[in-house]
Nanobody, 122 residues
Framework: QVQLVESGGGLVQAGDSLRLSCAAS????????MAWFRQPPGKEREFVAA????????SCADSVKGRFTSSRDNAKNTVYLQMNSLKPEDTAVYFC???????????????WGQGTQVTVSA
């Protein structure tokens, strides 16, 4: 069992930066691929970024490429999402997720956090 707790969300202006953190419980954190998803208001949940078990491989959605970066610190059981040059369309609830497969597919992730709200004003 893995429990995930996101933090770092908030209200910012367009062009600002935020760093989201996702702290995981359990001693097997390094066994899990981690991902970030988001759900904009009134829309479906969508993939944002994923990072593999070691942090040596990561991917992100085209909509955030060049602006968002995922990283992890296995010693701290934490995964991060650095978000730069934020845009109003990045407004969403952001979720972190853990799974045994490094993929963009949400169905592959077994554990999910409660989410943290990110609001970007124009």
């Amino acid at each position: 069992q893995v429990q995930l707790v996101e933090s770092g969300g908030g209200l910012v202006q367009a062009g600002d930066s935020l760093r989201l953190s996702c702290a995981a419980s359990g001693r097997t954190f390094s066994s899990y691929a981690m991902a970030w998803f988001r759900q904009p208001p009134g829309k479906e949940r969508e993939f944002v970024a994923a990072i593999n078990w070691t942090g040596g491989s990561s991917s992100c959605a085209d909509s955030v490429k060049g602006r968002f970066t995922s990283s992890r610190d296995n010693a701290k059981n934490t995964v991060y999402l650095q978000m730069n040059s934020l845009k109003p369309e990045d407004t969403a609830v952001y979720f972190c997720a853990a799974g045994l497969t490094y993929t963009r597919m949400p169905e592959a992730y077994h554990y999910w956090g409660q989410g943290t709200q990110v609001t970007v004003s124009a």
